[in-house]
């Protein structure tokens, strides 16, 4: 394809990933380059029309909107399983009964 940019597309699980590379248009936005990268046939559950998206590791906050710039890797993000305030909150609370155990003990 003439006048084309060279990206990757990645998406990993904690067992397997893979790395898509395409030539696609200059115009291309961050959406349509993880749709053209198929990688839900490779993955049962991926919904690619509504995956969070990024860029090396930074969050793209309009991914239908923000174009891919040449040599650019687009990341497809797993939901989180747990929200990390929540986890922190619990364990906080966990580190606190065992310091007051401790204490009460002596």
Same mark, same amino acid.
């Not at 084309?4 to 590379?21: C, H």
């Not at 919904?47 to 040449?70: C, R, S, W, Y």
């Given at each position: 394809?003439?006048?084309?940019?060279?990206?990757?597309?990645?998406?990993?699980?904690?067992?397997?990933?893979?790395?898509?590379?395409?030539?696609?248009?200059?115009?291309?936005? %961050?959406?349509?380059?993880?749709? *053209?990268?198929?990688?839900? $046939?490779?993955?049962?559950?991926?919904?690619? +029309?509504? !995956?969070?998206?990024?860029?090396?590791?930074?969050?793209?906050?309009?991914?239908?909107?923000?174009?891919?710039?040449?040599?650019?890797? %687009?990341?497809?993000?797993?939901? *989180?399983?747990?929200?990390? $305030?929540?986890?922190?909150?619990?364990?906080? +609370?966990? !580190?606190?009964?065992?310091?007051?155990?401790?204490?009460?003990?002596?």
């Amino acid at each position: 394809m003439a006048n084309t940019i060279e990206i990757e597309v990645v998406y990993a699980l904690a067992d397997k990933q893979k790395i898509v590379r395409l030539s696609v248009s200059p115009d291309t936005t %961050v959406r349509q380059a993880a749709l *053209l990268s198929q990688l839900d $046939k490779d993955f049962a559950g991926l919904d690619l +029309a509504t !995956a969070k998206l990024g860029i090396f590791g930074k969050a793209v906050m309009n991914p239908e909107e923000q174009v891919i710039e040449e040599g650019q890797r %687009v990341e497809i993000y797993r939901p *989180l399983l747990a929200d990390p $305030k929540e986890v922190r909150k619990r364990r906080a +609370a966990e !580190a606190a009964a065992r310091r007051a155990a401790e204490s009460n003990s002596k």
